[in-house]
């Protein structure tokens, strides 16, 4: 499986994100300043590739793939980021039911949401594999 170093690592930066947004919400800065939504979506899907990135890059076998299919490395990353951004848009609308919140604002709000996450993603995705790592053998200190 995974080392606890391993996942602690891979789960560094979405806890980050998740938990500077809560402080901002707890300020009232995201009520205040609504256009933080579009950066911290952004970021969240960011961090969410490099949880992956991590996760993947861990075994052998896909640490080869990772170095010679680019593309369907990118592909892969921020699919598996969408996926994990679908459950979170799940997750609000159980929320917003379960505790007669809003947390969600509307159907374009939840569209947006998702793709600045496979925007950010897909960003993120390309700066490890094609500016950071270009090169057949990845550096293998984001294990």
């Keep these: 499986m995974f080392s606890f170093i391993t996942l602690m690592k891979a789960l560094a930066a979405p806890i980050l994100i998740y938990w500077s947004s809560l402080i901002l919400v707890a300020i009232g800065w995201y009520d205040r300043y609504s256009w933080l ?69 509307s159907v374009r709000d939840n569209v947006t949401d998702l793709l600045l996450g496979m925007l950010g993603s897909a960003l993120m995705s390309f700066y490890l594999l094609i500016i950071c790592y270009p090169h057949h053998d990845i550096d293998t200190s984001l294990q």
């Excluded at 949880?51 to 896909?62: C, E, F, N, Q, V």
């Excluded at 793939?65 to 799940?90: D, R």
Aim: charged share 15%.
């Design 37 to 105: 939504d579009n950066p911290y979506h952004i970021a969240g899907g960011a961090s969410i590739a490099v949880m992956w990135w991590i996760i993947l890059r861990a075994k052998p076998a896909w640490r080869k793939i990772m170095t010679e299919e680019k593309i369907l490395t990118l592909g892969l990353l921020t699919g598996l980021t969408a996926n994990v951004a679908i459950f979170w848009e799940v997750y609000e609308m159980f929320y917003d039911i379960i505790y007669q919140t809003q947390v969600q604002g």
